[in-house]
């Protein structure tokens, strides 16, 4: 079956492209020798999360416990919850989860840390756990060197818990505006947590694990000397912001969205999906803009209804007409993989079937 044959709208995965691009940048650690632990919050599906591990991938890192369950009821056991946990609920689960995998956390508090410890001592057990260092991105992750060095000294006082190592995600990489940018964001993650990782060795505490990277990133915090583990994850698929932010080029993008075209103006087009098919994210320096429409330039998502994408014409070529279907890359793949509950595989134009996205909604 041609994939123009499907109904829409519908989410689909070139298996061509997916397998390349997990090939490619498992190469990329292999030759830096480094370790590569994707995030599978992008695809969310078990499946794909073991064509990584075939791959060479040692462990997967995940974002939610949820996701961690769907991944270990598959049979992945190394996984790394790269959130800071909280919770009474969230720490019957870990443990629970404790006992069938082998799990390691990431966090950046004491409080985190006491809860993790107490839980996983009440069971006998030590969960290992890396200290998130913030690169500058200022979300979750303790100052570089002496703040975490101080907070690794009272951390590893803990009973239930195990220090292995520094962890962190440069997402202001998403800001840069040139390659060159980028790469310096992605040195600086690296040498940053190598140098703090220094730090603690004279201070007689090992580190095993220094863990970095994005998407983006991934290839220049790769090659820094002292680095041993890097976690992008929309590389699988990529998207349009990864075609912005100089991680691939469109042919390399996995996952478009087939949308039919349902009315026409002379300076518009709708598409019958939107932000519940789309999502909402923006372009690339937060743009109005919503997905790239592929093979036509002079088309423009500028505008999402739930149920709508409003193209805009900006130049002269050929529109499609009422019925015809058109593929779409949204701006950001792991978003959307969350608002469809199947995708459908391709090989070119050919259909091969429909996977279940697992862990999509699997929000605690
Ligand atoms: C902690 C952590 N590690 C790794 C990644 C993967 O980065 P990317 O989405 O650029 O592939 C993310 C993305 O949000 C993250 O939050």
């Keep these: 079956m041609h994939k123009f044959e499907l109904d829409t709208p519908t989410l689909l995965i070139d298996f061509d492209k997916a397998e390349r691009n997990i090939a490619r940048m498992q190469e990329m650690a292999d030759s830096a020798g480094v370790k590569l632990r994707p995030h599978t919050k992008t695809h969310k599906t078990p499946y794909l999360a073991h064509w990584q591990l075939r791959a060479g991938s040692r462990g997967i890192t995940v974002a939610k416990l949820g996701e961690a369950e769907v991944m270990n009821a598959a049979g992945i056991d190394d996984i790394l919850i790269a959130f800071p946990l909280q919770g009474a609920a969230k ?19 004491m409080k985190v840390a006491q809860d993790i410890s107490d839980a996983a001592a009440r069971r006998g057990f030590k969960i290992p756990f890396y200290v998130e260092v913030d690169p500058g991105l200022h979300r979750v992750g303790l100052p570089p060197r002496e703040p975490t060095r101080d907070f690794v000294r009272q951390a590893t006082k803990l009973p239930g818990i195990e220090f292995i190592g520094l962890l962190t995600h440069a997402g202001q990489a998403y800001a840069a505006k040139t390659l060159e940018e980028v790469a ?15 730090m603690l060795r ?3 505490i090992a580190v095993r694990e220094v863990s970095v990277g994005s998407t983006p990133t991934a290839r220049f915090a790769a090659q820094v000397q002292g680095v041993t583990e890097i976690r992008p994850g929309t590389y699988v698929f990529y998207d349009t912001m990864q075609v912005h932010k100089f991680a691939c080029g469109w042919d390399d993008c996995a996952q478009t969205v087939l949308l039919t075209v349902v009315a026409k103006h002379p300076d518009r087009l709708i598409l019958d999906g939107g932000s519940k098919t789309l999502s909402s994210d923006r372009g690339p320096g937060g743009a109005a803009t919503f997905g790239t429409v592929v093979g036509f330039a002079h088309l423009e998502i500028y505008a999402l209804s739930e149920e709508h994408a409003h193209v805009r014409v900006t130049g002269n070529g050929p529109l499609p007409d009422i019925g015809a279907k058109v593929q779409v890359i949204p701006n950001h793949a792991c978003a959307v993989m969350n608002l469809h509950e199947r995708f459908v595989a391709t090989r070119g134009d050919e259909v091969l079937g429909a996977f279940e996205i697992a862990a999509r909604g699997k929000l605690q």
């Design 91 to 109: 720490m019957e689960r870990l443990l629970h989860l404790a006992e069938r995998a082998r799990l390691r956390v990431s966090l950046d508090s």
């Design 184 to 198: 310096v964001v992605g040195k600086q993650e690296g040498a940053l947590m190598v140098e703090t990782a220094e």
């Design 202 to 204: 004279a201070d007689g």
